[in-house]
């Protein structure tokens, strides 16, 4: 047994292996560098806490799963019992794998194809095996440091007993240290998911669960803890996510004693998970990050590892049109194909043909489940629709709710014991529907049947759409709690219809932005953030649905000039601005729009198309404006030789005139010309000249640290306007 010492990226990750009891975390975040082998002996002495009155008589330290048996009063890392007994563990260490795949000189050798799903080649590994037998349990203990430097960590726990061991909870938990006095995460609602919230880090546990039986549109994608004041650009973070798409927890702990902690796993129901002899139960994958340099490192770490990944979305990301917000369920060929002259006009790659295409669904109360084209819609089918979509040069992509079902329905009509529910009654219905219960094996069979009937029987659907429109309630299987085996479920068939349709590209949309979580983006190509395309409320959720996601992931639509949920209406260069940063596209009825908005229009598309590159490639950076009403962002490239960047105003500020705006992330030496991008048309303005480096027609040429550190003067922009710069290195 050793004191391991994993370094990746700019992260350290310190663990005391020496038993008998599991290991505990000496040290996780800033890189500590090459430390002799001599030194790690010492760093653990020094971070011993001391024997103080009124506690256990030797210091109490957390392990990688924090137990009572060794002092810990706080959180169980697990919760269980057998019959009422075994309730309580006291794991001794077996063995210490340690695969590190570096040499003191930094060379990556060999990789495995599990190593590259999680972070590539250079990534570390580290097993811990444990058990304690009068406890009849095993514990594996897998930690993953990325190449990126991104820590992840996953629980296994077996019964060895003869009994079955009923488990209601194990959390992988990381300790974090005492400078971190202030916590962020976020929530939301349909429509105005990612709503930050923060405050200072009391004494006790600050938890955040979801009961949804989906991610949730109040999920917090990062839990989030770091020193006074952190933002952006600048204060040392922590940061976790927990990777499921089903009830889930995640938890801030500060004990009174000392003690800190942040972790997160599943939310499991009481009787829902029960092992037999010999069986095994995984925790999701707690994923781990920090950064030195505020929020901004801690996505940047996250976006490099993200887009190492194999699944990762390669190539352009096609500029989308969505149908929904122009026909609704009013289905028609010629209107449609009239929709898909004007989206070739303008540039879309990929037209998608959203809800009402199957038999029966003319509206939300019916047909969800019977997956067949409606023939009194479709005579011909959608073979006509897609075949003219593609003469545009343009994807075909089809919106499916597979997980549901509408009880005025042929499929629920002939199998009402297809649904999840307590026994004897159904659960409120949501959306007019009930949830198919996927662990059903004739469930599954059927719905994986049709899906793929659907694909096979048309030459050329791309793209699929897949949304999940209500919360699961009362989820039962066969009697008792499913909503597990039913997350399971979805991932195999998402595994299982990708696997038989190579190259097919998945949305993962739920009511908008309710099922985003990195363990439902290893089987889906991006999210759709939000069911809102008012632009001003996408800015703020796109900004910190990108505190997890880069922007490639995220697809961000222009929508129609009053907005479809909250009537606000916006100028065009506002709601493209706004859409631009991210996987773009339209939602939004074209085919009556002016040759005017037309022109305009393409003018945007062809402009993200040009800066995709950078767009879907760079580093994301975040202003830390301080007026509020002022919000500033961009993506710089990694060799920072271009970068673009948006400031919007949100609403009228106490200034009249608002200060400069910094633009982070280029290189302090060099020069670089500094106007927005040519052909974008000027943002409405209240003044009557501009500042003097935008009246010159060629721009401001200005180092990388002015820029940062000074930066350049606003226009005094009215409200709800946007203004695009274009940043490229001078010579």
């Known amino acids: 047994m050793s004191i391991v010492h994993l370094r990746r990226a700019r992260t350290s990750l310190v663990l005391?292996?020496?038993?008998?009891?599991?290991p505990r975390v000496v040290h996780w975040g800033a890189d500590l560098g090459p430390l002799p082998a001599g030194d790690l002996p010492a760093l653990v002495d020094a971070t011993v806490p001391p024997v103080v009155p009124s506690s256990f008589d030797a210091p109490t330290v957390v392990s990688l799963l924090p137990e009572a048996s060794a002092g810990w009063s706080g959180r169980p890392g697990l919760a269980g019992h057998r019959d009422g007994r075994d309730w309580s563990t006291a794991f001794r260490l077996?063995?210490?794998?340690?695969?590190?795949?570096?040499?003191?000189?930094?060379?990556?050798?060999?990789?495995?194809?599990?190593?590259?799903?999680?972070?590539?080649?250079?990534?570390?590994?580290?097993?811990?095996?444990?058990?304690?037998?009068?406890?009849?349990?095993?514990?594996?203990?897998e930690i993953t440091l990325s190449a990126a430097g991104l820590l992840t960590v996953r629980h296994r726990l077996r019964n060895d007993g003869d009994r079955p061991y009923e488990v209601r909870e194990l959390t992988p938990v990381l300790p974090v240290p005492a400078v971190?006095?202030?916590?962020?995460?976020?929530?939301?609602?349909?429509?105005?998911?990612?709503?930050?919230?923060?405050?200072?880090?009391p004494m006790g546990a600050w938890v955040r669960e979801g009961r949804h039986g989906r991610t949730g549109h109040d999920a917090t994608l990062l839990l989030v803890a770091g020193t006074p004041g952190f933002?952006?650009?600048?204060?040392?973070?922590?940061?976790?996510?927990?990777?499921?798409?089903?009830?889930?927890?995640?938890?801030?702990?500060?004990?009174p004693t000392g003690e800190a902690t942040l972790g997160g796993g599943e939310l499991l129901a009481p009787g829902e998970m029960l092992l037999g002899p010999g069986e095994e139960y995984a925790?999701?994958?707690?994923?781990?990050?920090?950064?030195?340099?505020?929020?901004?490192?801690?996505?940047?770490?996250?976006?490099?590892?993200?887009?190492?990944?194999?699944?990762?979305?390669?190539?352009?990301?096609?500029?989308?049109?969505?149908?929904?917000?122009?026909?609704?369920?009013?289905?028609?060929?010629?209107?449609?194909?009239?929709?898909?002259?004007?989206?070739?006009?303008?540039?879309?790659?990929?037209?998608?043909?959203?809800?009402?295409?199957?038999?029966?669904?003319?509206?939300?109360?019916?047909?969800?489940?019977?997956?067949?084209?409606?023939?009194?819609?479709?005579?011909?089918?959608?073979?006509?629709?897609?075949?003219?979509?593609?003469?545009?040069?343009?994807?075909?992509?089809l919106w499916v709710e597979p997980e549901m079902?509408?009880?005025?329905?042929?499929?629920?009509?002939?199998?009402?014991?297809?649904?999840?529910?307590?026994?004897?009654?159904?659960?409120?219905?949501?959306?007019?529907?009930?949830?198919?219960?996927?662990?059903?094996?004739?469930?599954?069979?059927?719905?994986?049947?049709?899906?793929?009937?659907?694909?096979?029987?048309?030459?050329?659907?791309?793209?699929?759409?897949?949304?999940?429109?209500r919360d699961l309630t009362e989820a039962g299987h066969a009697g008792r709690p499913g909503v597990h085996a039913q997350t399971v479920a979805v991932y195999r068939l998402l595994d299982e219809l990708r696997a038989r349709h190579p190259g097919l590209e998945i949305e993962s949309c739920s009511s908008g932005g309710a099922r985003v979580d990195l363990e439902i983006l290893r089987r889906t190509d991006r999210v759709w953030a939000s069911d809102c395309n008012d632009a001003l409320e996408?800015?703020?959720?796109?900004?910190?649905?990108?505190?997890?996601?880069?922007?490639?992931?995220?697809?961000?639509?222009?929508?129609?000039?009053?907005?479809?949920?909250?009537?606000?209406?916006?100028?065009?260069?506002?709601?493209?601005?706004?859409?631009?940063?991210?996987?773009h596209g339209i939602e939004w009825d074209i085919s009556g729009i002016s040759a005017t908005e037309r022109i305009e229009l393409a003018a945007w598309v062809a402009l993200h198309k040009r800066l995709r590159p950078l767009l879907h490639g760079g580093r994301v950076v975040r202003v830390d404006?301080?007026?509020?009403?002022?919000?500033?962002?961009?993506?710089?490239?990694?060799?920072?030789?271009?970068?673009?960047?948006?400031?919007?105003?949100?609403?009228?500020?106490?200034?009249?005139?608002?200060?400069?705006?910094?633009?982070?992330g280029l290189d302090p030496a060099r020069r670089y010309l500094v106007r927005p991008p040519a052909g974008a048309p000027e943002p409405a303005l209240l003044e009557l000249a501009p500042p003097g480096w935008l009246a010159l027609d060629g721009g401001v040429t200005l180092s990388g640290s002015v820029l940062a550190s000074v930066g350049v003067q606003l226009p005094a922009l009215h409200p709800e306007q946007a203004l695009l710069l274009e940043v490229t290195a001078a010579g």
């Not at 005391?16 to 599991?22: F, I, M, N, S, T």
């Not at 962020?184 to 609602?189: A, I, P, S």
């Open 625 to 664: 404006h301080p007026d509020p009403a002022v919000q500033a962002h961009g993506v710089v490239a990694h060799d920072r030789s271009h970068a673009v960047y948006a400031v919007s105003r949100l609403a009228t500020s106490a200034a009249q005139v608002p200060g400069a705006v910094r633009l982070p």
């Open 283 to 397: 925790t999701p994958l707690l994923y781990a990050v920090h950064s030195a340099d505020g929020l901004d490192g801690l996505s940047d770490v996250l976006h490099t590892h993200l887009r190492a990944r194999p699944e990762h979305p390669r190539g352009p990301r096609p500029v989308t049109l969505n149908v929904w917000e122009a026909v609704y369920f009013d289905h028609d060929l010629d209107r449609l194909k009239g929709l898909a002259d004007r989206a070739a006009e303008v540039g879309v790659e990929r037209f998608v043909l959203d809800d009402g295409w199957f038999r029966g669904r003319r509206h939300d109360r019916a047909g969800l489940g019977d997956w067949w084209v409606d023939d009194d819609v479709w005579p011909d089918g959608l073979q006509p629709l897609i075949d003219h979509v593609r003469e545009h040069g343009m994807q075909f992509g």
């Open 231 to 255: 933002g952006f650009r600048h204060g040392e973070t922590w940061a976790v996510h927990t990777a499921w798409s089903g009830d889930h927890v995640t938890v801030a702990e500060r004990r």
């Open 94 to 141: 077996d063995t210490v794998d340690v695969d590190d795949r570096r040499g003191g000189d930094g060379e990556a050798v060999r990789v495995s194809e599990e190593e590259r799903d999680h972070g590539g080649a250079a990534a570390a590994r580290v097993t811990v095996r444990a058990a304690d037998p009068g406890a009849g349990l095993s514990l594996t203990v």
């Open 405 to 469: 079902v509408n009880p005025d329905s042929d499929l629920f009509r002939a199998h009402p014991d297809w649904v999840l529910q307590a026994p004897g009654r159904l659960p409120p219905e949501w959306r007019h529907q009930q949830v198919l219960d996927l662990a059903h094996p004739d469930a599954y069979a059927h719905l994986l049947d049709r899906l793929d009937a659907v694909l096979r029987e048309h030459d050329g659907i791309a793209y699929l759409k897949w949304d999940h429109n």
């Open 180 to 201: 971190a006095t202030e916590l962020l995460d976020l929530t939301g609602r349909w429509c105005r998911e990612r709503a930050p919230q923060r405050h200072p880090w």
């Open 538 to 583: 996408r800015l703020s959720i796109q900004r910190w649905t990108g505190l997890l996601l880069p922007p490639e992931l995220i697809g961000t639509h222009i929508g129609p000039e009053r907005s479809h949920t909250t009537h606000r209406v916006h100028d065009l260069g506002f709601r493209a601005v706004t859409a631009l940063f991210g996987h």
């Open 16 to 22: 005391d292996a020496r038993g008998p009891g599991l």
